[in-house]
């Protein structure tokens, strides 16, 4: 392929994911530390772009060049900061389905600012937010999120359920602490 | 708790029962059950009220996150990047 035409075929596959990259980016490090590392994986992947040979799987394969990224600097230890004992979370998460009355996420949802959900993500263990965030705001199938990240359908299945119940949890008891 | 050894195995198998398909009930609410497994959740669910409601948990948080605000590349970015799909460098 010569260079014009890889340079047009790299730009047409991989730019309609930057968006999509960046909000992925965005969930492990904050501002110009996401635009770095979405930066450094169309480096990676114009380099080693010859080696994605189904156009379809763009963002699966843009999303892995991310993630080797961003763990190369050491981004988990970063977040950890954030994590929310999940022992607690899940107690809120058990309050909110044996309660009796109408169920208090409806106006905790309500309530919540744009764009703190997306944050919260960082609150809970990464499998999780991972498998949460590539299914509800990527719209991943759930076989491809199992293909992406190498689990099982099954895992993928509990990892997303767990998640969206860690994310209620963490509501319910900022919430509370609100009132 | 029962003194009946028959009935407290029952009672453990349904809690093991209740148990599996509360894991399922994501996968139901995202539409990603096979039709066998899918109508079994269905069942369950017409009974069990703590399963209702995970139900409609699983579904709002769900919804909630898909209207999230995604960041969008700033124009620097888009630019950085398209300089690197020209000379095969980044540009910083």
Known sequence: MNAERKRQSFQSITLPHLDRLLAAASRWSDGQEAEDDVQETYARA???????????????????????????RRRTFARRRDLFPTTELEAAHEEIIAGDGPSPLDSLLSRVEAGRLLGALRSIPRPLAEAVALHDVHGLKYR????????????VMSRISRGRDLLAGLLAIEGKRGE | MSTDPRRRRAT???????????????AFADGELPGRQRRVVEEHLLRCRECQRELALQREVARALAREPVPSASASLRRRIEWAAEVGRPRR
Request: no cysteine.
């Open chain 1, 46 to 72: 114009w380099t080693a772009f010859h080696q994605l040979r189904e156009p379809a799987a763009a963002f699966s394969w843009l999303y892995r060049i991310l993630e080797t990224v961003a763990n190369e």
């Open chain 1, 144 to 155: 491809e999120i199992a293909q992406l990240t190498s689990v099982r359908l099954g895992t």
């Open chain 2, 12 to 26: 453990g198998q349904t809690a093991v029962r209740h148990a599996r398909l509360h894991q399922q009930i994501a």
